[in-house]
């Protein structure tokens, strides 16, 4: 699904506005709010000298992934693998900052957003990082170089597994339960939009989801008035801040327009380093029913 303008986001949500009014209203206006924003940016080509380097980086991230070092400003940096998806950032870092990326790719990551010094920050109590559309249709367009050569990707299959497939596999589990329930995920988006566009999210904010997956996870006191979701046995088994982060990002993901590209750059992934898990869990509609 190409979203170059945000347009087919758009659309999904105007396909929608009869079943949840006021969840949509306030999210096709951030949406407008940031396409006018976004069509001032210029977008730029990718040259054939950036694809080639883009094409070279991304290697040699992957090759080199088990010896990166955190550039964040922790004094004891966390293993990438035993935290949240933030803290590869911190990690990426070794490879090329935010800004090579940008001109390399040709358009800016963020069109707004509260990341300064070269950190994310995801609990600003008044702006989140709003992603330009078309940045996450061009990273997938080259942040797997094994879906076009199958001995690199061979060569990369243990990297992914000790380094990535806990947190591409939270990423895809995380997904799946938000969307089990979308009457709970278009709640949890409206009350998001609101706390930013009143600038008072707490940044303790996401700490309520930190039991997101596991099977009897309620939003009320009473579990026979709380939301119903689809459960996976054993997606229970993920730590509590990646499962926070996770839920986060898609619920601000869902706000800027660009889930279904950077859901589809998920089972890129999975496809490629993951299958059996992947296909497993498509077949499975509902095995909290057998």
């Given at each position: 699904m190409q979203t170059p303008n945000g347009k087919?986001?758009?659309?999904?949500?105007?396909?929608?506005?009869?079943?949840?009014?006021?969840?949509?209203?306030?999210?096709?206006?951030?949406?407008?709010?940031?396409?006018?924003?976004?069509?001032?940016?210029?977008?730029?080509?990718?040259?054939?000298?950036?694809?080639?380097?883009?094409?070279?980086?991304?290697?040699?991230?992957?090759?080199?992934?088990?010896?990166?070092?955190?550039?964040?400003?922790?004094?004891?940096?966390?293993?990438?693998?035993?935290?949240?998806?933030?803290?590869?950032?911190?990690?990426?870092?070794?490879?090329?900052?935010?800004?090579?990326?940008?001109?390399?790719?040709?358009?800016?990551?963020?069109?707004?957003?509260?990341?300064?010094?070269?950190?994310?920050?995801?609990?600003?109590?008044?702006?989140?990082?709003?992603?330009?559309?078309e940045f996450p249709i061009r990273l997938r367009s080259y942040f797997l170089p094994g879906k076009k050569n199958p001995g690199f990707q061979k060569a990369t299959q243990k990297i992914y597994d000790d380094y990535i497939r806990k947190t591409a596999r939270a990423f895809f589990v995380v997904h799946r339960k938000l969307e089990s329930n979308q009457d709970y995920f278009d709640k949890e988006t409206n009350r998001y939009i609101d706390l930013v566009s009143e600038k008072r999210l707490d940044p303790y904010y996401l700490d309520k989801y930190d039991l997101f997956l596991v099977p009897d996870f309620t939003d009320a006191e009473e579990e026979s008035d709380g939301s119903k979701f689809v459960s996976w046995e054993g997606d229970d088994i993920y730590p509590a801040v990646l499962v926070r982060e996770t839920v986060g990002f898609w619920i601000r993901r869902r706000i800027d327009g660009t889930e279904p590209q950077f859901y589809l750059g998920l089972t890129d992934l999975l496809k490629l380093y993951d299958f059996d898990f992947y296909e497993t869990r498509m077949k499975e509609k509902d095995p909290s029913a057998k």
């Open positions: 087919i986001y758009l659309l999904r949500l105007l396909i929608r506005l009869s079943n949840v009014p006021i969840f949509l209203i306030v999210t096709l206006s951030c949406i407008t709010q940031y396409k006018e924003e976004w069509n001032k940016i210029a977008v730029l080509p990718v040259t054939s000298e950036n694809a080639n380097r883009l094409n070279l980086l991304v290697e040699s991230a992957w090759t080199s992934l088990p010896k990166a070092t955190s550039y964040c400003s922790s004094l004891n940096p966390i293993p990438m693998e035993n935290n949240g998806y933030s803290n590869y950032f911190c990690y990426l870092r070794s490879f090329a900052s935010p800004k090579q990326i940008s001109e390399l790719l040709g358009i800016p990551i963020f069109i707004s957003g509260p990341h300064e010094g070269g950190e994310l920050v995801t609990n600003h109590s008044s702006r989140f990082g709003f992603y330009h559309p």
